[in-house]
């Protein structure tokens, strides 16, 4: 749907790199090896972001790194309209605001860094969650948004563990509860 909306494929590619996950930078070279494009026409993208005050820059060293916006007013809208694109909204709706005892949910794997990919790599944290319903919602949820759903379950320690043991455990919060 995006696509239809956005027709350059680097414009969407940059603004799931920055606008998903609001705690990516990234400088020129290092999005022309991730992407996959030549620098020139990332360069023309970011350049009109940085214009238009939807991406922010700092420099260090000799490069220039770019980041989103978060002050931006449409920031929010921005991030709203990936979420719904990429079928975030059906998993907190048709997932996680079912299961209970469900503290927080965490996006991993490539969207955390802002990448797109047919599968959505997910972190259930909570204590006693329901687990064989859990795989009816994901499977439900997954013929709707048309994308996998590769997902792991930790209950409050045991994720209290497997953070400590990460270096850089690249997490996005995707729900959490009222009370956490």
């Known amino acids: 749907m995006l696509d239809t909306l956005i027709t350059s494929k680097t414009r969407i590619k940059l603004l799931l790199k920055f606008f998903l996950n609001s705690n990516s930078r990234s400088y020129l070279r290092n999005l022309e090896t991730e992407f996959g494009e030549s620098t020139n026409a990332i360069r023309l993208e970011l350049n009109k972001f940085e214009r238009a005050g939807l991406l922010t820059t700092e420099l260090d060293g000799n490069k220039k790194y770019f980041r989103a916006n978060t002050?931006?007013?449409?920031?929010?809208?921005?991030?709203?309209?990936?979420?719904?694109?990429?079928?975030?909204?059906?998993?907190?709706?048709?997932?996680?605001?079912?299961?209970?005892?469900?503290d927080k949910v965490y996006?991993?794997?490539?969207f955390a860094k802002g990448m797109d990919n047919n599968m959505i790599d997910l972190i259930?944290?909570?204590?006693?969650?329901n687990k064989e319903y859990l795989i009816k919602l994901i499977e439900k949820t997954e013929e709707l948004i048309k994308?996998?759903?590769?997902?792991?379950?930790?209950?409050?320690?045991?994720f209290s563990g497997f953070i400590k043991e990460q270096k850089d455990p690249n997490l996005l919060i995707l729900w959490q509860g009222e009370n956490k």
């Open 71 to 102: 002050k931006h007013p449409l920031y929010k809208d921005i991030n709203n309209i990936l979420l719904k694109h990429l079928g975030f909204d059906q998993i907190v709706e048709r997932v996680v605001n079912k299961l209970g005892h469900l």
């Open 107 to 110: 996006v991993t794997g490539d």
């Open 147 to 158: 994308r996998r759903i590769r997902y792991v379950v930790f209950g409050n320690t045991e």
């Open 124 to 129: 259930f944290v909570g204590d006693g969650i």
